[in-house]
């Protein structure tokens, strides 16, 4: 790792301890002062002892945010993720600390003073991160501190995105030296070049069909030549995160279990979406209710999509373990061009060879419907299938009948949860996204799950549709 990496990441915690210890004593200073004429107290806590507390409560934060991650060294990571960290980790420190409190007997003089240090010691250190990281992106970007990376994976489309992706976000902190389509004696002996001329930091293996033992030799070249290494994985990979290993007449033997979201992990996702979708169905009622008279004033027909098959069944999706249920969402196309169509638009699709099917500038969406396409609209209803128990807020996207039917063996590994409003797809790429990195990302989303993750994928979801990034 770069010195100015440890640096930067090590400066932030004293940071921290400094700007939430400095937050507290602001609030408490704001309610015995500005705020006593409006709301006189009867008890005052004396500034002597209030240090300890607010030294208290800054340990808690930072204990927090190290258990978050936004101290770990890798890089400027993307700043909407640190500051959805930030947002999270204040929150828990805020309810762990407030705990501690009540559990020691003692209490705050004033409510308003423990909503007060929290919103303050938010937002400080959110400024505080914006300023070091943008500092250090500042840096990166006149090549102070940046990483020399070789990619070895050829011409395939994970080596071009990011190749791509560095050198069009130099605050990332990547400079690509060089790329190879395999590794062998040639490549060591310019490898061994870029490392003598000290522009060589990290070897990235970005083909994910590399063979293991070409792939077990990077490995072992970048070790000796103590050097970053990394690598894309692929969808068998991906499993690993969650495995036993036994033995058995003195056999090692690695059972896969099947993901993080089995017994209580998924009490308490249903927990959060029970919760989550409440709040939102609240929220967004308003808006539903003018997207129903939007649809009615531009088009006849329904304002729920809905369809049936050659059967006469009604919509479905398939759900999780493969089980289909009814599935409803604000009708964006004209009545009757529904998925019957597409076979007289193939012409069209450019997710053909894939299970599943993809139409830009669709002639089947209405003027109304188009545009609740590009922001999501279409999909508001969907929190009461949330709500009901068939599907959740984060998760693989709902599964059409006909597509599933085309799945691999592979591919059919994302029925084992429910599918989700969004997901990692969706916040992605979305539509632009290959079927194989789509199931790519939500075989990473199964493996490695968490309510961190949902409520990041969340926030990020919100910037990924004003955006309208693969919306259509």
């Not at 990281?133 to 070895?152: A, D, E, F, K, P």
């Not at 690993?240 to 089995?262: C, F």
């Not at 009757?336 to 699709?349: F, I, K, N, P, Q």
């Amino acid at each position: 790792m770069k010195k100015i990496e440890l640096a930067f990441t090590a400066l932030l915690v004293p940071i921290d301890f400094i700007v939430v210890f400095c937050a507290t004593v602001a609030a408490y200073s704001l309610r015995y002062t500005y705020f006593a004429d409006f709301r006189p107290f009867t008890l005052t806590i004396p500034i002597e002892d209030f240090f300890g507390l607010a030294m208290a409560w800054s340990a808690v934060f930072v204990l927090c945010f190290a258990m978050a991650g936004l101290y770990a060294i890798r890089g400027a990571r993307r700043l909407k993720y640190e500051l959805s960290r930030v947002f999270l980790a204040s929150s828990t420190a805020a309810m762990v600390a407030i705990a501690l409190i009540f559990f020691r007997g003692e209490l705050f003089a004033s409510r308003f003073i423990v909503l007060a240090a929290w919103i303050f010691s938010m937002v400080a250190v959110a400024i505080a991160h914006v300023v070091v990281r943008g500092l250090q992106r500042g840096l990166l970007r006149h090549g102070i501190g940046t990483r020399h990376v070789v990619l070895i994976g050829g011409k395939d489309d994970t080596t071009k995105l990011l190749q791509e992706e560095f050198v069009g976000n130099p605050g990332y902190g990547f400079a690509v030296a060089a790329t190879f389509s395999s590794f062998g004696q040639s490549v060591r002996a310019k490898l061994d070049g870029l490392k003598e001329a000290h522009a060589l930091d990290e070897i990235i293996v970005s083909n994910p069909e590399m063979e293991r033992v070409a792939l077990g030799d990077v490995l072992s070249y970048a070790q000796s030549r103590q050097l970053g290494f990394s690598y894309a994985a692929d969808l068998v990979a991906t499993y690993g995160r969650n495995i036993d290993i036994g033995a058995y007449a003195g056999i090692p033997l690695v059972t896969v279990k099947g993901t993080r979201l089995e017994g209580w992990g998924r009490i308490y996702k249903r927990m959060f979406d029970i919760v989550g979708s409440l709040v939102l169905i609240v929220v967004t009622l308003p808006i539903m209710v003018l997207v129903a008279l939007a649809i009615k004033l531009d088009s006849r027909g329904p304002v729920f999509y809905s369809r049936k098959n050659d059967v006469g069944a009604r919509t479905q999706r398939i759900g999780q373990d493969g089980k289909p249920f009814m599935y409803f969402k604000f009708r964006s196309m004209k009545v009757g061009m529904d998925y019957m169509r597409y076979r007289e638009l193939a012409h069209l699709d450019e997710g053909r060879g894939t299970p599943i099917v993809k139409i830009k500038n669709d002639p089947r969406v209405t003027r109304v419907g188009s545009f609740l396409r590009k922001y999501s609209l279409d999909e508001l209803p969907e929190f009461f299938l949330v709500l009901a128990g068939k599907m959740s807020l984060v998760g693989p996207r709902p599964h059409v009948p006909e597509e599933v039917a085309k799945y691999d063996d592979r591919h059919r590994r994302v029925l084992t949860v429910k599918p989700g409003i969004t997901g990692m797809g969706q916040i992605s790429g979305r539509r632009d996204l290959s079927f194989e990195e789509e199931v790519r990302l939500d075989t990473y989303y199964l493996e490695n799950w968490s309510l961190w993750l949902d409520l990041a994928i969340l926030m990020k979801t919100v910037g990924v549709v004003l955006g309208r990034k693969g919306a259509y």
